[in-house]
């Protein structure tokens, strides 16, 4: 199974620099290993070429986010797997091993993700990703682990291998043919979210989404929306209103959009509360956003096959924040 991990960089230097080791270390035996360039302006291919000549690269003429990132590089490289890795993860020995495995067992999994725990505190879940993401009944995604930002200590609860409704996109394993018949990501995605809109489609083609624990790495990011800048929070509140239109059974679109419009309100207030306008102003350009392209988003749900339901069918906020339920195990 020939397979091609790919990490996308831009003006990334520091980052290689500190992960790039790591991966070529325990995956060269297994894949190649190739760095997707966004048109970047520091000096980080030169260092890639004069320290790392066996890895690859695949150079994007614009900085197109994640989303246009991969799409571009992708069409460049042949592998039967594809492996999608941010710039800020560290990998473990035999990391690939596991997942290469189920892949080879499992003809209908699509969509791979490993254990991902914080690279700052490697006793503990990283915060994007887990243990495997889930969405609640008003389509906030939430994981294994993970629950806002309850980060649970990872005691090998989770050394499974379950179904998921989607991988992370920090470290996101599928296959090539997957990718390329499902049009890759969304590119009016920009960035956040688009793996959560892969995930959905390849389901509703009837295609697993996995996680895979016995597979380990460790994932520096870690931020709480709170913390996040406006520009994330903006991405964020569109891109997950976007993938509900686009991907909600008819059933449920009116109702669970409708509600999520309202609860954005709320916590547009909230923050608001805590002085900061900035990001109250980018949910509202997010909402603004949203209209703008309702009709473009519609347009490509009518071109979906049977849209799937989601896993938890109650409200994940009204379990964490009143009934105080910190830890996945604890949801009903």
């Given at each position: 199974m020939k397979t091609a991990i790919i990490i996308l960089n831009w003006n990334g230097k520091k980052l290689l620099e500190q992960f790039l080791p790591s991966i070529v270390n325990f995956s060269s035996q297994e894949a190649e290993v190739y760095v997707a360039d966004n048109a970047s302006t520091d000096d980080s291919i030169e260092f890639i070429k004069q320290n790392y000549p066996t890895v690859k690269i695949v150079q994007n003429t614009t900085n197109g986010g994640y989303a246009k990132g991969y799409n571009d590089a992708l069409q460049h490289i042949d592998a039967d797997v594809y492996c999608l890795v941010n710039s800020d993860i560290e990998v473990t020995q035999n990391w690939l091993t596991p997942i290469l495995k189920t892949f080879k067992k499992e003809k209908n999994t699509a969509i791979i993700q490993p254990k991902i725990l914080d690279f700052k505190d490697k006793t503990k879940f990283e915060y994007a990703g887990a243990a495997g993401g889930y969405i609640d009944a008003f389509g906030y995604p939430y994981c294994r682990g993970r629950l806002f930002d309850a980060l649970e200590v990872d005691n090998g609860q989770f050394n499974d291998i379950t179904n998921i409704f989607w991988a992370s996109g920090a470290c996101f394993f599928i296959r090539s043919t997957v990718f390329h018949n499902l049009k890759g990501f969304d590119e009016d995605y920009f960035a956040h979210q688009e793996e959560i809109d892969l995930c959905w489609r390849a389901q509703n083609n009837?295609?697993?989404?996995?996680?895979?624990?016995?597979?380990?790495?460790?994932?520096?990011?870690?931020?709480?929306?709170?913390?996040?800048?406006?520009?994330?929070?903006?991405?964020?509140?569109?891109?997950?209103?976007?993938?509900?239109?686009?991907?909600?059974?008819?059933?449920?679109?009116?109702?669970?959009?409708?509600?999520?419009?309202?609860?954005?309100?709320?916590?547009?207030?909230?923050?608001?509360?805590?002085?900061?306008?900035?990001?109250?102003?980018?949910?509202?350009?997010?909402?603004?956003?949203?209209?703008?392209?309702?009709?473009?988003?519609?347009?490509?749900?009518?071109?979906?096959?049977?849209?799937?339901?989601?896993?938890?069918?109650?409200?994940?906020?009204?379990?964490?924040?009143?009934?105080?339920?910190?830890?996945?195990?604890?949801?009903?």
């Open positions: 009837g295609l697993d989404i996995k996680y895979v624990g016995k597979s380990t790495v460790y994932h520096v990011g870690g931020a709480t929306l709170e913390t996040l800048n406006p520009k994330k929070t903006y991405l964020n509140f569109r891109n997950s209103l976007l993938t509900l239109l686009k991907n909600l059974p008819a059933s449920k679109i009116f109702f669970v959009i409708f509600s999520r419009l309202i609860l954005d309100g709320i916590a547009g207030i909230k923050f608001l509360s805590e002085l900061k306008p900035l990001h109250t102003w980018a949910i509202l350009k997010a909402h603004f956003s949203f209209y703008k392209n309702f009709f473009k988003f519609l347009k490509k749900r009518k071109e979906l096959n049977k849209k799937k339901s989601y896993f938890l069918h109650t409200s994940v906020i009204w379990q964490y924040f009143a009934l105080g339920r910190k830890k996945f195990e604890e949801l009903k």
